[in-house]
């Protein structure tokens, strides 16, 4: 088990920044490829953004491109994700998501072994 836990959502304004962490358990945790999704309501969960296991390589969805930047602390066993410029279409469940023992960076949700239980980030208008 890798017990991941998210924190860092809440109420904002459009315009406005938050900074989501997702810390981990486990020792090995620089091993593992880490992602984060987002599920809105009556909408299909989706990636966010991916960084592989030595955080060279990173993924965004064009609909935050240039506005969330993920990261990863290792020596923390934590990977953050920091959303600036934010707006209500932001707003949704997100989650990390890890998986252990892969190089690259991981695209597709099935891929994930272990999940967070979410925080909720809400962008008003």
């Known amino acids: 088990q890798v017990p991941l836990v998210e924190s860092g959502g809440g109420l904002v304004q459009a315009g406005d920044s938050l900074r989501l962490s997702c810390a981990a358990s486990k020792r090995t945790f620089s091993r593992y490829a880490m992602g984060w999704f987002r599920q809105a309501p009556g909408k299909e969960r989706q990636l966010v953004a991916a960084i592989n296991w030595s955080g060279g390589s990173t993924y965004y969805a064009d609909s935050v491109k240039g506005r969330f930047t993920i990261s990863r602390d290792s020596a923390k066993n934590t990977v953050y994700l920091q959303l600036n410029s934010l707006k209500p279409e932001d707003t949704a469940v997100y989650y990390c998501?890890?998986?252990?023992?892969?190089?690259?960076?991981?695209?597709?949700?099935?891929?994930?072994?272990?999940w967070g239980q979410g925080t909720q980030v809400t962008v008003s208008s």
């Open positions: 998501a890890a998986k252990q023992g892969t190089i690259g960076l991981l695209l597709h949700q099935n891929a994930y072994d272990y």
